[in-house]
């Protein structure tokens, strides 16, 4: 199998990339030299920073389970990942949805996530579950409530990454033109989704 086209390499990040397909239901995964899919021989190490920006953006809507009825991302199955947000309260925190497709990609662990696309328009959602460590693919330190985060602007999405005990919650808004308005919508999403994980 051969790695998909629309790959993003971060300088100085070896082997590991950004795959997204066209609706965004493939996430961060590893592939070997010479176009091979395959895990990273480590998953980066997750890390803190001091910079992270001391204001949030608020969301339009908000959740905070009781710490007993949050469920660890882990443990959530790939076919459940599409109930931590609905596309009635996607309409509410980015923009009106079609319902999400689950989707898993890859192996060893493989990437797991659910997949919205916009109503109108190239926009779309993915909400997804990466393997630990993977917060350290954000650039930019972000703050996201009641946790910190990682963020990376692209061409045509911005991601947000939240380390969790055993995961990274990612969160992509994609666009045609992506821009802080993106950054602004994946940061309200995963301080939503936030709101019913296990910390």
């Not at 660890?72 to 931590?84: D, F, K, Q, S, V």
């Amino acid at each position: 199998m051969r790695c998909p086209r629309f790959v993003q390499r971060r300088p100085g990040s070896g082997p590991k990339l950004l795959a997204l397909a066209p609706v965004l239901g493939l996430a961060v995964a590893g592939c070997a030299p010479g176009g091979e899919p395959g895990a990273p021989s480590r998953p980066p190490a997750a890390t803190t920073s001091d910079e992270t920006s001391s204001e949030s953006v608020t969301p339009s809507i908000t959740r905070d389970l009781p710490p007993e009825q949050r469920r660890p991302l882990t443990a959530i199955p790939t076919n459940e990942l599409c109930g931590l947000v609905s596309p009635d309260e996607l309409a509410r925190l980015a923009f009106p949805v079609e319902p999400g497709t689950a989707r898993e990609v890859g192996f060893d662990p493989p990437a797991r996530g659910c997949s919205y696309q916009a109503r109108t328009g190239d926009q779309s959602v993915l909400v997804a579950a990466q393997p630990e460590g993977y917060a350290e693919l954000g650039t930019t330190p972000v703050n996201l409530g009641s946790a910190q985060g990682e963020q990376t602007l692209h061409a045509n999405d911005c991601t947000v990454f939240a380390a969790l005990p055993g995961a990274t919650l990612q969160v992509v808004v994609g666009a045609g033109e992506a821009d802080a308005e993106q950054c602004d919508t994946a940061q309200a999403v995963a301080q939503y989704v936030l709101g019913a994980l296990a910390r």
